[in-house]
């Protein structure tokens, strides 16, 4: 059975750094894209940043562009968001999404089957 599992939430300050991590187990998700989406009440669950299978390939929402860095560890299979100079406007369920096929890096939440139960990040003002 797949299962994503993310980690590294919590409450930080703006300007403020953290860093999620979403480990993979059930199959290896090393040959394929994985991404990292957020989410927050009443709102659509949006794209942040996603990672070709190599790690050489990466895409970004435009507002995380320049603060945010999707990376991974294949050999763990593990993905990685680091998160600099966060703002209040980041705050939101941070989820960690995978497919099993690719190569192409996708943005839609319909095109990733496997989802992590998701972690909570709070930047205060």
């Known amino acids: 059975q797949v299962q994503l599992v993310e980690s590294g939430g919590g409450l930080v300050q703006a300007g403020g750094s953290l860093r999620l991590s979403c480990a993979a187990s059930?199959?290896?998700?090393?040959?394929?894209?994985m991404a990292w989406f957020r989410q927050n009440p009443g709102k659509e669950r949006e794209f942040v940043a996603a990672?070709?299978?190599?790690?050489?390939?990466?895409r970004y929402a435009d507002s995380v562009k320049g603060r945010f860095t999707i990376s991974r560890d294949n050999a763990k299979n593990t993905v990685y968001l680091q998160m600099n100079s966060l703002k209040p406007e980041d705050t939101a369920v941070y989820y960690c999404?995978?497919?099993?096929?690719?190569?192409?890096?996708?943005?839609?939440?319909?095109?990733?089957?496997?989802w992590g139960q998701g972690t909570q990040v709070t930047v205060s003002s």
């Open positions: 059930g199959r290896t998700f090393s040959s394929y894209p």
């Open positions: 990672i070709g299978w190599s790690g050489g390939t990466t």
């Open positions: 999404a995978g497919r099993l096929a690719g190569p192409a890096i996708l943005v839609r939440t319909s095109e990733y089957p496997y």
